[in-house]
T-cell receptor
Framework: DTAVSQTPKYLVTQMGNDKSIKCEQN?????MYWYKQDSKKFLKIMFS???????INETVPNRFSPKSPDKAHLNLHINSLELGDSAVYFC????????????????FGPGTRLTVL | QKEVEQDPGPLSVPEGAIVSLNCTYS??????FMWYRQYSRKGPELLMY????GNKEDGRFTAQVDKSSKYISLFIRDSQPSDSATYLC?????????FGTGTSLTVIP
């Protein structure tokens, strides 16, 4: 039973193409994230949704557009792919639970390795 | 300057050694301090988190936070080959998480 799943696992595509990555979590969490991990292993937050509402929108090109059809899914669409978009993209989820209780554990998906040629 | 600084290593130690991993940070608003472990081609997994200055122990792992120096550490005792992974520190304020670049650790049998 995979808690956070992503598809596809690998994505190889040409510059200029448009592609989507899908993420689903079956943990009942209400907050989901997209991260980009570069070749030096630096993990940088891109977006976060809480109950389908965008709560974190870091400085990323507007070619990247997240969509959350429901609180179990957070997809990432990328337009006009560039060489610099090559990275591993991780989806994560976290319960936000009751006020005052720390919920620090994010559950990460297996990652989507994107290569732009 | 990044919010969280971490020496990327790589670090190579013999089995049984004590390992010390460190991060520094600049943002006083960080409330929670975490260590994640990431095996090759996998997503990060939470190892430990702490809230206040001081030590927290879990088996062979000890997390240490010094808020006055803005410095956190992870100690691994009796290191095992299965501990070979990348260790990322992370810090949280509100819903926002900031990660270090990760330290690659290899434990040699």
């Amino acid at each position: 039973d995979t808690a956070v799943s992503q598809t596809p696992k690998y994505l190889v595509t040409q510059m200029g193409n448009d592609k989507s990555i899908k993420c689903e979590q079956n943990l009942g969490h209400d907050t989901m994230y997209w991260y980009k991990q570069d070749s030096k292993k630096f993990l940088k937050i891109m977006f976060s949704y809480n109950n389908k509402e965008l709560i974190i929108n870091e400085t990323v090109p507007n070619r990247f557009s997240p969509k959350s059809p429901d609180k179990a899914h957070l997809n990432l669409h990328i337009n006009s792919l560039e060489l610099g978009d090559s990275a591993v993209y991780f989806c994560a989820s976290r319960p936000t639970g009751l006020a005052g209780l720390p919920n620090n554990e994010q559950f990460f998906g297996p990652g989507t390795r994107l290569t732009v040629l | 300057q990044k919010e969280v600084e971490q020496d990327p290593g790589p670090l190579s130690v013999p089995e049984g050694a004590i390992v010390s991993l460190n991060c520094t940070y600049s943002n006083s608003a960080f409330q929670y301090f975490m260590w994640y472990r990431q095996y090759s081609r996998k997503g990060p997994e939470l190892l430990m988190y702490t809230y206040s200055s001081g030590n927290k122990e879990d088996g062979r792992f000890t997390a240490q936070v010094d808020k006055s120096s803005k410095y956190i550490s992870l100690f691994i005792r009796d290191s095992q080959p299965s501990d070979s992974a990348t260790y990322l520190c992370a810090m949280r304020t509100g819903n926002q998480f900031y990660f270090g670049t990760g330290t690659s650790l290899t434990v040699i049998p």
